[in-house]
C-alpha cells in the first residue's frame, strides 16, 4: 500500500513560483499514475494536473495551463508540480494522489475524477497573497 507524503508549500506572493513534491513509500511507484488535487476552504477538490506512469503523458486543468508542470522522477518516487505566476486563487490545500488504474491519464479530463484515486497523502498549504 503506498504511502505519500507532500512539501513545499507555504506563503508566497503573486507571481511567485512554488515547487511541490511528493515522495511515495511502501508501493510500486512505476505502477501508479499519479496526479495534483488541490481543495481551498468551503469548495470541493478539485484536480490540477495528472501524469502517467511514464511521465510522457499529462493532463491539466485549464485553469493552471502554461503556469504549472507535473513531473514525476521514478527513481527517486517523487512526483512534482511546478507553479508559477502564482494567483491568491490558487491557494489552496495541495495533495498528491496515486491510481493503480493504467493510463488513466489517457482519458484527460476523467482522470482528475477523485474517485479513481486510492492513496491520498496528508495535503501542504499554498497561500498566494496578492
Known amino acids: 500500500q503506498a504511502q505519500l507524503v507532500e512539501s513545499g508549500g507555504g506563503p508566497v506572493q503573486a507571481g511567485d513560483s512554488l515547487k511541490l513534491s511528493c515522495v511515495a513509500s511502501?508501493?510500486?511507484?512505476?505502477?501508479?499514475?499519479m496526479a495534483w488535487f488541490r481543495q481551498a476552504p468551503g469548495q470541493e477538490r478539485e484536480v490540477v494536473a495528472t501524469?502517467?506512469?511514464?511521465?510522457?503523458?499529462?493532463y491539466y486543468a485549464d485553469s493552471v495551463k502554461g503556469r504549472f508542470t507535473i513531473s514525476r522522477d521514478n527513481a527517486e518516487l517523487t512526483v512534482y508540480l511546478q507553479m508559477s505566476s502564482l494567483r491568491p486563487e490558487d491557494s489552496a490545500v495541495y495533495y498528491c494522489?496515486?491510481?493503480?488504474?493504467?493510463?488513466?491519464?489517457?482519458?484527460?479530463?476523467?482522470?482528475?475524477?477523485?474517485?479513481?484515486?486510492?492513496?491520498w497523502g496528508q495535503g501542504t498549504q499554498v497561500t498566494v497573497s496578492s
Open positions: 494522489a496515486a491510481t493503480r488504474i493504467p493510463n488513466l491519464v489517457d482519458r484527460g479530463k476523467d482522470s482528475g475524477n477523485t474517485n479513481y484515486y486510492f492513496y
Open positions: 511502501g508501493g510500486a511507484f512505476i505502477n501508479y499514475g
Open positions: 501524469i502517467g506512469r511514464n511521465g510522457r503523458t499529462t
